[in-house]
RNA sequence: GCCCGGAUGGCGGAAUUGGUAGACGCGUUGGACUUAAAAUCCAAUGAACAUUGAGUUCGUGCCGGUUCGAUCCCGGCUCCGGGUACCA
């Protein structure tokens, strides 16, 4: 019988729905084991073949956790809600609801083609108000808490309320704005209702606060620092520039020394880790106060060298420091005014292509040095970040890059303090002595740095201090597609819908653009208020709101009471494996890991960081293919002639090149300006040149599973893509490679028929070359599944095969076993040959084979002989031998002299079931 | 600039703990089967030299080191990929 790959295909992935085969339990007495892959946003462009590498992959673990004996819980959804579908509304005015249910469809039926092990009764999608009830009651648990670092955990508001009242902010450690104030008891309840509001935003998780926001002109929104990459918008790529604005943030920075220490116990790739780190950014240094020369103010600024104070020349505020208004000399406002003013207007996109322009101006007024009382001028500079530290630096020129580039611009004076060579520029290194520094002279950089912060914090003019780079996440977009805040206004300030409220869900609106007046599409909706008459919130939430929990939902996905019931959450506690991309790295899994630690803080989660193991899949690159035109003719000349030409490369469609030749009569219909082209051929054929780079449209190399899974089957597929090289790294696509896996399948196959094409297995007794072979196979397919290394699996089956080939073994002891170990690989052809053995029930839930030693001894081991580690020949020796006896063999042995030739052996080195070598 | 990866045949890659470099697959070449093609099967395939008994030399980005032995460890460099970018 044929390998007929559709019909087994079909049938199968009938029967594996039908059955409900994938079913997680959510009590069971099995162990568990929780898959997940990064929840997909279905785009209209469909699947292209990169897109499942992670999906075959996390499908083959699971389905081998399953024949482990564990009860695995792998499901699918969507993240339905987004910008894409949004801007694919405004432009043809189809609702994003009706493309992204479109989209989604797409999406799964061209997964469900490739057997996907999900428990599809499961599903679930962000936009669905039966899910984003959960979304906007996460954001009322934020808006309800605040962060208590004595204790470092989020706290319900109602108690840090009481302690207002009883104390006011005496004694508290919280995490609050800029801004926020002390108080007592007494005066906390002497203020109005309306005030008591306005300070508790200072500490909520979920505040609104006026910030200075990422805004994107041409999206209408303000977009997360991770949505915005070189000053573009990551999606789309429109400019963005920085401007203040009302907005809901999350205060994920009070959390940022946990998902800092959390990253340690992770199973996470070095470099995911550490881009986690570097966008966290934590630094360790110093908060330190200058008294302004005639004012009554004083500057703080953040630095990690106190250890350099004696070497400050100037300061410098940031353009947008409120101190800049305050302090400027009346002499010199119009000139800082108008540098204000430019240097607030510039897009970030023309700050950073400015970089190495140094600007700046002097603000007339002077700080006095805290140490040596000398008066250390003033300056504004766009070096310096609003939002970084405390918008203020102490510049020590002869000791930071960017100070020392300033004061050569504006010839202000460097003075050296560590031990080191200025001359060329900023000695920064923290390995060197202070000299030229009063008492901290001759102590060396790190130890400076400890004896002048004690100083500091004993003149109590500083403290030493740590910052973070990562910043509060701004929470606001001006968007239609997304979750509604469940929050109205009353007299300008916002208040929560209660839980029993939810979902609040998004209403019609008769365009998704702005309204007349600029606000949020939301604006346009009839109807949008309490029933009293309050406003609802005109904003909706980010793309990461609804990503932020979804594998918490999983677990009990139908539960409308709660979240995630806490009895289910005991059971699968986290996710053991998580498969999806590393440009993940900053948004997502910050975000989630943020989110999954604030509801474990309010005891809704039982544990404290989601994902234990992550893998990034690496991305598969397209393989172009190109054409060489002559130049200024309708002529194409073949890749290996083109030298003798000039010519322009162009690229052409991969569909209609294949094994790097060109199909003339296709090019010559593919497009009508080629309809005439003529052609320079090599040995009767047109070859094309190629180029790896991304699978994409434009370079039309993009590959479509659905047409590999038509023409050689989805297990070919699922194998291929394996096969292809580690799932952590890029590798270029060549469909040509696919039809080794192909061959290979049959081949499985075939071991199962006999000549005249009938399914026969025979029930004799195994060979001990049967049995080894196939115990070696089990072992190292075990081995790589367990190491994630899929393509040595893929190697593995083929050298098996061909080795039961040259055995012909058609024995059901060794096939039917072999069935049960390539079945999370090839589960189609699997559960077919797995039925065909007579077995009535899925293969999915057979037992994985047990491998065992004794099949795999050797009575005898061949040595290579090696002289000064050139290999030379073979020696076979019982494997029993001792390495004296080895040795013997070696000297006695009729090549040895041949390779000693007339120098002596000076040892013989014996590593018993590995080498020897004959050291001369 | 800083941080993190990586570099092995014509191509994708293997070598898991320092022990036979190039498994497996693609491609290429030759052969079998066939009227022919496809499919299938068999053989060869790192390079150079030599040559038909075999062999010899070189070879895992480059230079050096440690070791009986290095793709693997150490030092220095080159190139490629990713992250980040005035973060004080």
Not at 106 to 125: I, N, P, T
Not at 607 to 613: A, I, V
Not at 876 to 895: D, F, G, I, K, L
Request: net charge negative; charged share 25%.
């Amino acid at each position: 019988m044929d390998y007929r790959f559709r019909e087994i295909e079909a049938r199968w992935q009938q029967f594996w729905q039908q059955e409900k085969t994938f079913k997680a339990e959510n009590s069971s007495s099995a162990p568990k084991y929780y898959v997940l892959d990064m929840f997909p946003y279905p785009s209209g462009a469909g699947l292209h073949v990169g897109h499942p590498l992670g999906y075959i992959a996390s499908d083959i673990y699971a389905r081998y956790k399953w024949l482990k004996g564990f009860n695995v819980l792998h499901p699918m959804g969507f993240d339905a809600f987004g910008l894409p579908a949004e801007q694919y509304a405004i432009q043809t005015g189809q609702h994003p609801a009706v493309t992204t249910s479109e989209n989604i469809a797409q999406y799964k039926s061209q997964l469900s083609r490739l057997g996907f092990a999900y428990d599809w009764d499961r599903e679930v999608r962000t936009s669905d108000p039966f899910y984003y009830k959960w979304t906007q009651w996460a954001f009322l648990k934020m808006f309800d808490a605040w962060y208590d670092e004595e204790t470092n955990r989020a706290r319900p508001l109602s108690e840090l309320i009481n302690r207002f009242k009883s104390q006011g902010t005496n004694g508290l450690n919280a995490a609050r704005s800029a801004g926020a104030i002390d108080f007592s008891a007494a005066e906390w309840n002497e203020m109005q209702a309306e005030q008591q509001q306005q300070v508790l935003m200072h500490y909520r998780i979920a505040y609104l606060a006026d910030t200075m926001v990422n805004w994107c002109p041409a999206l209408g929104t303000v977009l997360a620092n991770d949505e915005v990459k070189d000053g573009l918008s990551e999606r789309g790529g429109h400019p963005v520039i920085r401007k203040s604005m009302k907005q809901w943030s999350l205060r994920i920075s009070a959390y940022a020394q946990r998902l800092l220490e959390g990253l340690d116990s992770l199973e996470w790739s070095e470099s995911a880790k550490e881009i986690q780190r570097n966008w966290i950014g934590r630094s360790e240094g110093a908060v330190m106060r200058f008294k302004v020369m005639n004012h009554e103010f004083e500057i703080e600024v953040f630095t990690t060298r106190p250890d350099t104070i004696f070497g400050c020349t100037f300061m410098v505020l940031a353009p947008e420091s409120d101190l800049v208004k305050t302090l400027t000399h009346p002499d010199h406002r119009q000139e800082v005014e108008s540098y204000v003013t430019d240097a607030v207007n510039r897009s970030d996109r023309e700050r950073m292509a400015e970089v190495k322009n140094v600007t700046g101006v002097f603000t007339g007024t002077y700080a006095a040095h805290p140490f040596i009382g000398e008066p250390i001028p003033i300056w504004v500079a766009d070096y310096v970040l609003a939002g970084y530290g405390t918008g203020a630096i102490m510049a020590v020129p002869a000791h930071d890059t960017r100070d020392y580039a300033f004061a050569r611009q504006f010839s202000l004076p460097i003075v050296q303090v560590i031990d080191g060579d200025i001359s060329e520029g900023a000695f920064d290194s923290k390995d060197a002595q202070v000299i030229n520094s009063g008492f901290i002279t001759g102590l060396h950089v790190k130890e400076a740095i400890r004896v002048m912060n004690l100083k500091l914090e004993e003149m109590g003019i500083g403290y030493s201090k740590v910052n973070y780079r990562l910043r509060d996440a701004i929470f606001s977009r001006q968007r239609y597609w997304g979750e509604p805040f469940p929050v109205y206004y009353r007299d300008g300030l916002p208040y929560p819908l209660a839980e029993e409220q939810l979902p609040l869900e998004l209403p019609e609106v008769d365009a998704f653009l702005p309204t007349e007046q600029g606000d949020p599409p939301l604006g346009r909706a009839t109807g949008w208020h309490t029933p009293e008459g309050y406003p609802f919130e005109l904003s909706t939430m980010p793309g990461f709101a609804g990503s932020s929990a979804y594998y918490l939902r999983y677990m009990d996905p139908l539960n409308d009471n709660t979240l995630v019931d806490k009895a289910v959450n005991a059971y699968w506690q986290d996710v053991d494996l998580y498969i999806g991309g590393m440009e993940h790295a900053t948004g997502h899994l910050i975000y989630a890991r943020f989110w999954n630690k604030f509801l474990f803080d309010l005891g809704y989660v039982c544990k404290d960081e989601p994902f234990r193991k992550l893998i990034n899949q690496g991305m598969i690159q397209g393989r172009s293919s190109l054409v060489y035109r002559i130049n200024g003719t309708n002529t194409f000349v073949s890749c290996g002639l083109k030298e003798a030409y000039d010519v322009t490369p162009l690229h052409v469609d991969v569909n209609i090149v294949s094994n790097d030749q060109l199909d003339m009569e296709k090019f010559r219909m593919w497009r009508p300006e080629f309809s005439s082209a003529e052609f320079i051929l090599e040995n009767g054929v047109y070859h094309c040149g190629y180029e790896i780079e991304k699978m994409s449209k434009r370079f039309y190399n993009v590959v479509n599973p659905d047409d590999l899974a038509d023409r050689y089957g989805a297990d070919t597929l699922r194998m291929y893509e394996m096969f292809l090289g580690p799932l952590e790294q890029h590798k270029p696509w060549d469909t040509n490679g696919i039809e080794g896996v192909y061959r290979f399948i049959r081949k499985f196959w075939k071991m199962f028929f006999n000549a005249g094409g009938n399914f026969s297995v025979s029930d004799d007794e195994p060979t001990s070359a049967e049995l080894k072979v196939l115990h070696k196979t089990i072992k190292k397919v075990q081995e790589d599944i367990e190491r994630f290394s899929f393509n040595t699996a893929v190697s593995t089956f083929m050298i098996c095969v061909n080795e039961l080939g040259d055995l012909k073994c058609n024995k059901r002891a060794v096939l039917e076993p072999l069935t049960i170990l390539i079945s999370p690989y090839a589960p189609h052809l699997a559960e077919e040959l797995w039925h065909l053995l007579g077995h009535q029930t899925t293969v999915a839930r057979a037992e994985f084979p047990v491998f065992n030693t004794g099949f795999l001894v050797e009575d005898t081991f061949e040595y290579p002989v090696s002289f000064n580690g050139k290999t030379r020949f073979k020696l076979t020796c019982a494997t029993a031998a001792r390495p004296a006896e080895v040795e013997e063999a070696v000297r006695n042995h009729e090549q040895t002299a041949k390779y000693v030739a007339g120098g002596a052996i000076k040892k013989v080195i014996v590593v018993p079931g590995r080498i020897i070598n004959v050291v001369i």
